[in-house]
Every structure is written in structure tokens, then in C-alpha cells.
Nanobody, 123 residues
Framework: QVQLVESGGGLVQSGDSVKLSCAAS????????IGWFRQAPGKEREVVGC????????DYVDSLKDRFTISRDKDGNTVYLQMNDLRPADTALYYC????????????????WGRGAQVTVSS
């Protein structure tokens, strides 16, 4: 059982940047595609983007690709979500999820999920 843990969230102001991390205790995430999702209060969960397990290809929802960047560290153990120029509309609980493979548009089964990291952006 892969247990994912997100970290790095918090309360920030509009225009600030935040970098979230996603790691798994006892597992190297290099063999997994990782998706990032977010859920704002009263809204459905939505995909932010994803990174593949092999070539590290990344994909983003169009509305966020200019401000958000997904990457892995050198050994693949940790996946990051760099968020720049944050806005109050970005306030949400951010989740990472893992699956061996991911399809175009970050479509995957995502059998493993973290509990989320709260990011709150004040105006």
C-alpha cells in the first residue's frame, strides 16, 4: 500500500508562491505517475496536472499551465507542485495521487491518494 503525504501548504497572500511536495514512505515514486488535484470549498475535485512515470512528461489543465509547474527530484522519490502568482481562487485542498501509468489528460485509476495539503490565499 503506497501512502502518499503532501506537505508545504499554508496561508499566503495573493501573488505569493507555494511549493507543495508529495512523497511516499518506503516507496520510490519514480515508478508511478503522479497527478495533482485540488478541491475548493463547495466545489468538485478538479485535476491540476500530472507527471508520467517514465519520461517525466507533464500535462496541465490549460487554465493553470502558465502558473503551475510539476516536477520530480533526481531520484524520483518526491514530486513537486510549484504554484506561482497565487490568487484567492486557488484556495483549496491539494492532493497528490499515484498510478503506474497515466493517459492523456491525466486520466488514470489513481489507486493511491494522499490526505491533502491546504493552501489558502488571502486577497
Amino acid at each position: 500500500q503506497v501512502q502518499l503525504v503532501e506537505s508545504g501548504g499554508g496561508l499566503v497572500q495573493s501573488g505569493d508562491s507555494v511549493k507543495l511536495s508529495c512523497a511516499a514512505s518506503g516507496y520510490n515514486l519514480g515508478g508511478y505517475a503522479i497527478g495533482w488535484f485540488r478541491q475548493a470549498p463547495g466545489k468538485e475535485r478538479e485535476v491540476v496536472g500530472c507527471i508520467s512515470s517514465g519520461d517525466g512528461a507533464v500535462d496541465y489543465v490549460d487554465s493553470l499551465k502558465d502558473r503551475f509547474t510539476i516536477s520530480r527530484d533526481k531520484d524520483g522519490n518526491t514530486v513537486y507542485l510549484q504554484m506561482n502568482d497565487l490568487r484567492p481562487a486557488d484556495t483549496a485542498l491539494y492532493y497528490c495521487a499515484a498510478d503506474p501509468t497515466v493517459q492523456l489528460g491525466c486520466v488514470a485509476s489513481y489507486n493511491f491518494w494522499g490526505r491533502g495539503a491546504q493552501v489558502t490565499v488571502s486577497s
